[in-house]
């Protein structure tokens, strides 16, 4: 084999490194790696277009697919059939187990938004998903043990591999690092994708920040290969896609298409969503500047038109429509939880209401509320797929409507944006991916949005209600005043070196994990 593994080889990490898996890992890299490395220059060839004027729309290439009534995806598949109430969170040992344990009906198991990609954390987090499928997991610090509910029904685990963009430098094909979104899609599918059918389940995924249908297409590809390679029956693995990035707004439809032999719906990804507007126009200046992060709500035009495009597109063509994050959770302040509990409720009513068929949650404390507001709706039902929603028509300029939503920016949200990044940054580069800030969870997507803002903000010149200029002196001074305020002050200064440089950057960088990820050895 010429796959290499660079990465340390700790206690059982030959169970997930198998040979199997290596050189499933191989045949991927050795198949699909050019036609990823070409996907990634056609997200910057789009940026450039609508750099230069262009604006997103309905492809005129797919309207074919758009307009035949007659295909459906996939039924859904054992498991994913009843979504309501989905749990997301990193693979560490304790969460797993306790995610598993929530009562929702899905996990969805983050190699994504919700975690830092160290080698640990990519082969520790495999190695609790093989114990976990084994039902052979438990966990005990000096004052608790965890381990599965005997009788109870476990959460249908769904894992989210990285995203198209990231490497995974410690496994070299040729001296090459190979896709971080391959070695999490094919160490799962290899160690548990048989063990998982013998459940009566399958191998299932959640596919995050897509920009284009012919990645899903690749994804469909990869799939297919890893199925035959390992003789598992084609069509077992059942994927949904993210909608998460603004160009794949326009595109969901074509999304459904390209893995409709193992789609299982889309999701709404609120957070990477709003990134993406920035990102996607960030040489437009104000025609695509947002205000404070807090006022961005889902009811906001441009958010509502997207929600319900999701859901009339997934409808039409059989598929379950899964909502977003509200990111509040459970505080130990009775009034501020109070809040979250509400804020939870009405975010998860306004879904149910529109005809999704299940949301997320962050927290085990929430999943019982999401729970509650979908078995009003659904009742016995196992979702509402029949709402077809044919009173929804949005068009492109409904989705591209930045301009309406209402807000400003202000001294408090900027500081609230460069107090978030900081601390959100300082726990990733210690290798944690998700966090509770500010009674809020934060992860991958909730910061990008953070620090894009602060870009943007920076790059247009804005004047906030205090009267002062949005400058490169005054971040780094609010910076600097956030991170004296912090305990232990000198844990954030590589926080603050990587939030300048992805925040001040005078070339805006795609993804703040990326030169994240470059300071991992
Ligand atoms: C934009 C997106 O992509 S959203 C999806 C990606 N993001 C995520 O998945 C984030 C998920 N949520 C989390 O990681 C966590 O809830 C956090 C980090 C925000 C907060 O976690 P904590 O600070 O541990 O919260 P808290 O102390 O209230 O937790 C109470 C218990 O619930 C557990 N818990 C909290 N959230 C989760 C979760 N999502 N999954 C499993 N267990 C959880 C904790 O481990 C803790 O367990 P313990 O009492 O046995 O020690
Ligand atoms: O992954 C979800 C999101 O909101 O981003
Ligand atoms: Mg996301």
């Known amino acids: 084999m010429a796959i290499e ?12 490194l198998t040979e199997r898996a290596l050189s499933l890992i191989e045949q991927l890299h050795r198949q699909y790696d050019a036609r990823r490395q070409e996907l990634l220059v056609r997200r910057t060839a789009r940026i450039a277009e609508i750099s230069a004027g262009a604006s997103l729309g309905f492809l005129p290439e797919t309207k074919d697919v758009r307009d035949d009534p007659d295909w459906r995806v996939a039924p859904a598949a054992p498991g994913l059939i009843d979504r309501r109430v989905e749990i997301t969170g990193p693979t560490d040992r304790k969460m797993t187990i306790n995610a598993l344990n929530s009562g929702a009906k899905v996990w969805l198991a983050d190699q994504e938004d919700a975690n830092t990609p160290t080698w640990e954390n990519v082969v520790g987090g495999q190695l609790n998903l093989l114990d976990a499928v084994k039902r052979q997991i438990d966990f005990s610090t000096d004052t608790k043990s965890y381990a599965l509910k005997p009788d109870a029904e476990l959460a249908t685990i769904v894992v989210r591999p990285r995203g198209w963009h990231l490497p995974e430098k410690h496994l070299l094909v040729d001296g ?53 390679a390992l003789g598992i029956p084609r069509g077992t693995i059942r994927a949904t896609c993210l909608i998460e990035t603004y160009p794949a707004a326009f595109e969901m439809e074509e999304f459904l298409y390209e893995l409709r032999e193992h789609s299982a719906g889309l999701n709404a990804g609120r957070w990477d969503y709003m990134f993406s507007v920035i990102k996607t126009h960030r040489d437009r200046g104000v025609e695509f500047q947002l205000p404070d992060r807090n006022s961005v709500t889902m009811t906001v035009p441009f958010m509502r038109a997207y929600t319900e495009l ?35 409720q009405a975010d998860k009513t306004r879904e ?72 959100y940054l300082a726990a990733w580069l210690e290798g944690t991916g998700a966090v509770g800030i500010f009674n809020l969870m934060e992860d991958a997507a909730t910061a990008e949005i953070s620090r894009s803002q602060i870009w943007q903000w920076r790059k247009n010149g804005v004047v906030l209600d205090t009267g002062d ?37 005078d070339e805006y960088v795609d993804f703040l994990t990326i030169p994240a990820y470059d300071r991992f050895a």
């Open 310 to 344: 999701l859901v009339r597109t997934c409808h039409k063509r059989g598929a379950h429509a899964i909502g977003g994050m509200a990111a509040f959770i459970p505080s130990k302040d009775p009034a501020v939880n109070e809040q979250a509990f509400a804020k939870v």
């Open 5 to 16: 593994v660079i990465g340390t080889k700790s206690d059982r990490y030959d169970e997930i």
């Open 469 to 505: 200029t949005i400058t490169t002196e005054l971040v780094e001074r609010i910076a600097d005043e956030e991170i004296n305020a912090f305990d232990q002050s000198l844990r954030y200064q590589s926080a603050r070196a990587l939030f300048l440089e992805v925040a001040l950057a």
């Open 176 to 228: 090459t690092p190979v896709s971080g979104s391959l070695v999490d899609f094919a160490l799962y599918f290899a160690a548990c994708g048989q063990l998982q059918l013998d459940r009566g389940q399958g191998p299932y995924f959640y596919l995050p920040k897509m920009e284009s249908h012919l990645e899903a297409r690749l994804w469909n590809d990869v799939f297919v290969t890893a199925q035959e």
């Open 352 to 423: 149910a209401g529109d005809g999704f068929d299940g949301s997320w949650v962050a927290h085990p404390g929430m999943v019982d509320t999401c729970r509650a507001v979908f078995d009003a709706v659904l009742g016995e039902n196992p979702n509402q797929l029949d709402k077809l929603r044919e009173d929804v028509s949005v068009t492109a300029d409904q989705l591209l409507n930045v301009a309406a939503t209402p807000g400003e920016v202000t001294e408090a949200g900027l500081r609230n944006n460069i107090s978030v990044a900081l601390q």
